[in-house]
């Protein structure tokens, strides 16, 4: 495939994962040594190793898979039953389950800093910022916003008495209220026009919303310098993390009720949509680590077995009934959930591949 030819779109997706993995394994790593536990090695890329340096008992290692990097703290062995360094002072699992906690947590905690700062520099870089204003920007014909004669460039601006302030907020509003009448306050030419009353089709046709209308979040060019950039990335930074969280419930749902609903994709799009964004420059990249890495984040701390949310429930639950689970269970579970997750990504990998070769 073309998509694997272009080097530079390859080794600006390795490097991407690189950092945004990196960064999430420092999290682990400096709060580790912060706590007093023993690191024994931080790794870039997975084995085989190709080099280490040793500083402070520690292995500084790269390896010869450029995919991401690990952090081994002594006694934290998903896998293992029975963990090395037990007894040990300097081990994960002779630290209060309040420190093991910090630990698991702090990776998570890293990718939201890093998506914070790489946002906060690509709207300092002169990117596009939202006005707050929902512009349509497409009538499917014979819908109820045709009927409702809303036009393209129209702003939509309440809905059911609602300010409207993002393009996904009145997309979830009219999914939600599907066979209701919902009305819109609109602005055309500047001018605020009569309240306008829209019945949601309960099933529109395929690719098209409740309404008929194609949405988008009008944006200008920044001006307020980097507090504005800092405050645009918080507000960027929730909107997404809200988008991901809702991304189960809307998969979960009949297609019919979703009839927009996004598509998941694995390394093989990320690589696709990498040298599509790489065209629009440095602030498109930056905007895409930090969207990648909120992803990391969010997808992490659920309490899924072999993420590290399932290790810090694993720890909350030792925590509050004074006991740790079994070894022999907790590596079992840990094992099943990673076959499981292993299994998806080779799913998603295929679709990726078969919506690349237009299947």
């Known amino acids: ?82 963990q090395a360094g037990e007894g040990d002072p300097g081990s994960f699992t002779s630290k209060p389950w309040w420190a093991q906690a910090i630990v698991l947590a702090a990776g998570v905690f890293m990718n ?11 709207f300092a870089f002169g990117g596009p910022v939202p006005t707050g204003d929902v512009r349509v920007v497409e009538i499917k014909a014979g819908s109820p916003a045709e009927e409702a004669d809303i036009r393209v460039d129209d702003i939509v601006r309440e809905a059911d008495g609602t300010p409207v302030k993002v393009a996904q907020e009145l997309v979830r509003y009219t999914r939600a209220h599907r ?60 909107d997404i993390v809200q988008q991901i969280v809702a991304l189960p419930g809307q998969l979960l749902k009949p297609p019919e009720e979703t009839p927009e609903a996004p598509q998941i994709g694995g390394p093989i799009e990320i690589l696709r949509v990498t040298g599509e964004v790489s065209q629009f420059g440095v ?22 077995p072999a993420l590290d949310g399932g290790r810090l429930l694993f720890v909350l639950i030792g925590g509050i009934f004074r ?7 907790e590596a079992a579970i840990h094992a099943v959930g990673f076959l499981l997750l292993l299994g998806v990504l080779v799913a998603v990998s295929i679709n990726d591949i078969r919506r690349l070769m237009g299947g």
């Open 1 to 82: 495939m073309q998509l694997f030819s272009d080097v530079r779109t390859l080794l600006l997706f390795l490097l991407t994962f690189t950092v945004i993995i990196a960064v999430h394994e420092f999290g682990h790593y400096i709060t580790a040594r912060l706590l007093g536990m023993k690191v024994l090695e931080f790794a870039f890329g997975f084995p085989p190793r190709v080099f280490a340096v040793k500083k402070g008992g520690i292995d500084y290692s790269i390896n010869a898979i450029p995919f991401g990097g690990f952090v081994r703290i002594l006694g934290q062995d998903d896998f293992a039953i029975r």
């Open 112 to 122: 939201f800093i890093l998506a914070l700062v790489v946002l906060t520099a690509a």
């Open 179 to 238: 066979g209701q009448i919902v009305t819109l306050v609109l602005e055309r030419g500047g001018q605020r026009l009569p309240p306008i009353e829209i019945e949601a089709r309960r099933r529109p046709p395929e690719g098209e919303g409740p309404l008929g209308i194609v949405l988008i979040d009008a944006t200008a060019p920044m001006t307020g310098g980097l507090p504005q950039a800092f405050g645009n990335a918080g507000v960027l930074t929730g």
């Open 283 to 304: 602030a498109a990249i930056l905007r895409l680590v930090g969207v990648l890495s909120l992803n990391l984040a969010v997808l992490n701390i659920i309490p899924f």
């Open 323 to 329: 006991k740790r689970l079994s070894p022999q269970v």
